[in-house]
DNA sequence: GGTTCTTCTGTGACGTTGTCACCGTCAGCG
DNA sequence: CGCTGACGGTGACAACGTCACAGAAGAACC
């Protein structure tokens, strides 16, 4: 069993808890592109990243969506619990962006745990403070920084995850990650190629100048 | 000593955390329009409004502002105390909107108690989860809804806490509030008032006709 | 009362971003 | 090969933000 791995307050909990946790715990595996949470409506349940990525969303009435953050090893879902937090009022969704491997924490056992121990209450606490910042960055983002910024800053960071300079990606799923339309992703790049800023294929964006990109996103 | 009254989970503390809370908790009257909290610089400590009414905003570094959300009373301000919590990276401020009593429970004593309190743990995390749904509506209405709609609710939100079917405030404000320039709100109210729903005068606006307000607000 | 100052509001021109309609291109597949 | 669906490109226009400036309403001071 290696959930204590994956589960940083392991150490503090009882051996109850311990136990209660282990056999509650559920391994799964998803493949890239799985739509895992969607909604207050199905409460799968805290989810903990083994390996891969999550993306977490939201959705407007029209379908328009706009990434809120990311999961990567290691980290936890909070909101895919969010029923058993009252006070929760949004629907977020969550995919895998990734082939990944999932620990999940059936809601009720994450609650009578975080009820129980002190050391998860506070630990809770902290992923939820982090989380709120993370939005807090997006909403500084959407208001102040203009589009040009924002689309060099996504390339860069998503080249930095992804390892080399040609991102696999459609203007439509930048244009999802960013909260915007397709033609503005479309042609603010052309406006980088024709600049030198990018080379760009179908379903590819190559990075070819990364100092100005940098240079434009500060 | 009626501090019990306006933090809910004094009933869950021990004699020993009563005192602590007791003993540390100070008093304190804000005129309207005082800036109670700017940066994660000054830690002033947990805030409580004992009665009044405060406004959190964010503010960009070429002086605009958007407002997060807002306490009434016996609301807790979390971020007055964000030096306490590792994870925070973002800077709110908070200012009166109205004359405001508070309670100030410094930092250092917040932390003990949530750091030994199960229920004060516990209660911390709703409160959070409380601000994190405001922010995630805020979210959505800044990306999913024009501005017509966002100034027709706002209008209708203000007059309510207020009262009268006249507000006094001015375009600047609005704008401050909204996240948007003064000229869009005069703009905009300029259209309202040229279709009867709003009257306007230096310094005020009157709702005119609230149910196209909130028909629009939909 | 006037004069000055500040705050508040109004407006036109223009830049950026979102929306709409529609078309061209490319890859895969029968 | 031709069809199909996904992807990218484009022009026109609408919505909102920005800038520059002007005028009007109060406040303050004499």
Not at 44 to 63: K, P, W, Y
Not at 84 to 106: C, G, H, R, S, Y
Not at 138 to 160: G, H, N, P, Y
Request: a negative charge; glycine letters at 6%; aromatic letters at 8%.
């Amino acid at each position: 069993m290696e959930l204590e791995e994956y589960f940083p307050v392991w150490k503090d909990l009882s051996e109850m808890q311990r136990s209660l946790l282990a056999g509650a715990a559920v391994r799964r595996f998803a493949p890239k592109g799985t739509l895992l949470h969607a909604g207050a409506a199905d409460c799968v349940g805290l989810m903990i990243v083994r390996s891969g990525q999550l993306r977490a969303f939201i959705l407007s009435d029209e379908g328009k969506e706009i990434t809120i953050y990311r999961l990567f090893e290691r980290d936890m879902c909070l909101f895919s619990a969010s029923c058993i937090m009252k006070n929760i009022q949004f629907d977020i969704a969550v995919e895998t962006e990734k082939d990944t491997e999932l620990w999940i924490i059936p809601s009720d056992v994450y609650k009578r745990l975080s009820d129980s121990s002190l050391a998860v209450a506070n630990y809770t606490n902290q992923l939820m403070a982090a989380r709120f910042s993370e939005v807090m960055w997006l909403v500084e983002q959407i208001m102040w920084k203009s589009f040009d910024k924002r689309l060099a800053e996504f390339l860069l960071t998503e080249s930095t995850l992804d390892g080399g300079n040609v991102l696999r990606i459609t203007h439509d799923k930048i244009a999802a990650h960013l909260g915007t339309a397709r033609e503005v992703v479309t042609r603010m790049l052309r406006y980088f190629q024709s600049e030198g800023m990018v080379a760009l294929s179908r379903g590819a964006v190559e990075l070819t100048d990364r100092d100005r990109l940098q240079a434009l996103a500060d």
